[in-house]
């Protein structure tokens, strides 16, 4: 099966075993699509819930992936001046065309298409986060700095 035609969250399953990571997919009976459902999902705090943003930036519109806290909101400020362009949502059909995935069930890993990712330094404060799992009621439980080292996430922190 390529993997345009593999299942969304296998492909997820078939990313974190390349990238050495052993997770377990959980299938929830209800959406975690929003944070706040996703914390309650999986019995966390709606800040160990990672939400990944898909926005587009600069003439190229290259798409950039923002994995924040699920109680916290974007500094798209910050993302400006790191991207050096200002960040734009993405179109829904761009997003699950670049990565594979619905919104509401973007996974931080198995895109179709490499995106740069940068990390909210949040994420790092839990010994856990929940990220979707490329459906809009699957996820899975990861150590923050293990996300982060496997999508070579660049922290969202302002230089000084």
């Not at 993997?3 to 990238?19: G, I, P, Y």
């Not at 929003?34 to 190229?60: H, M, N, R, W």
Request: net charge neutral; glycine share 6%.
């Amino acid at each position: 099966m390529s993997s345009n035609k593999m299942r969304s969250t296998d492909r997820v399953a078939q990313a974190a075993e390349s990238l050495g990571l052993s997770i377990e997919i959980r299938t929830m009976p209800d959406s975690t699509r929003t944070a706040a459902e996703a914390a309650s999902a999986c019995a966390c705090t709606i800040g160990q819930i990672v939400k990944s943003l898909v926005f587009e930036y600069g003439p190229a519109r290259d798409l950039v992936l923002l994995l924040i806290a699920g109680d916290r909101s974007a500094d798209l400020d910050l993302v400006q001046r790191l991207l050096g362009a200002a960040p734009t949502r993405a179109d829904p059909k761009r997003v699950r065309a670049s990565t594979g995935f619905a919104i509401g069930g973007v996974a931080p890993i198995g895109h179709l298409q490499p995106l740069r990712v940068f990390m909210d330094p949040a994420l790092l404060e839990h010994d856990l986060v929940w990220a979707a799992a490329g459906a809009p009621n699957a996820v899975f439980s990861i150590a923050p700095r293990r996300l982060r080292d496997a999508t070579a996430a660049s922290l969202l922190a302002a230089s000084d």
